[in-house]
């Protein structure tokens, strides 16, 4: 059995990103679901209501970003999924997949929408036409025509491809990471974001040489080579000219630039002895400028020393385990793999 959509108003829309959702609804879409947290960072639960108590303790918000579980839904099939290259949108299709698979809503009712990403014009900077993940296509990157042109060709996904996602956003969840890094560094057909997805999760892993000895994740070790004895925002890291700043640029582009004072301020509470002090900032109503930011000499220790056990970090959530976690002892090999400590 197949489902087509003779119009676009008669069918549930979903939308990873919230220009996305406006724009469908320009377009005539009449039920749009805003699905669009970044789950490259965080918690992910299996659960609905553990995923969404879980994001909100993350984020410190009870804001209602997202939609996909929200009662007031009204899942009127067909349901067509908006969904372009980027990673965050990639991992939020195979949440929806499982969402819609726990609701009972029958595969061949759910039409999956993949856009290519818009090639780079030709005034595109070089930090755009180098960077190493996609994460910032949007399906509104498309011209209205395109996307009536694609609904009106849309077909459910084969049942295997549609069951693979949904198995993706288990094993994603898991608190053992190793089954999901496994699928991503082999593969699993139809879902070629696997493999630039770890690229840019194992970045938030602490490192261990063959030798053993433990480092920062690539995103603490960028922020803490930004950081230095004076005071700084997060905003002025982000901004500053530096070869390190673009690794951290990369990195935001796909975490959110709210992460960064997130992770500061991960590093500012933890341990008595913190590697990183805070003061008050410039600007108490703009959270990249609220607050000011130094290294101390254990920090500075940590940065070129490394580290003498995973616990001189903070931990930090990523899907469904953690990183620098005593209970999760992880780490990056220097081939790539994660393992056990």
Known sequence: MTTSIPDIREATHVAFDALTAEHLLEIGAANVVRASERLVVGPSRRSAQENIRARQMWWSSSEAWDRLYSSEVHWEPPVVLWVSASLHERVNL???CSWLHQLGIAHHDVLVLDFEPVPPSATAS????????TCSESVSDHPDEILLERIGKARPWPRERYERAVRLWDSYVDENPLPFVES???GVEG??????LWALLSCFFPRRTTEGTL?????DEITFALLSSEWQTALAL???KSEARIGLWHLLSCTGDLFLPRRLEHWADHDSSAAVER?????PDVPMKSLVYRLTERGMRLRDKGLEQLTDAPSLPIAGTEAYSASSPWVLLE???LARL
């Open 94 to 96: 195979w949440r929806a």
């Open 126 to 133: 070089r930090e755009v036409l180098t960077r190493p993940f």
């Open 184 to 186: 991503c560094v082999h």
């Open 191 to 196: 879902f070629p974001e696997l493999a630039p």
């Open 215 to 219: 480092h920062l994740s690539r995103f």
């Open 238 to 240: 982000a901004v500053c």
């Open 279 to 283: 003061a008050p900032g410039p600007n």
């Open 335 to 337: 081939d790539g793999r």
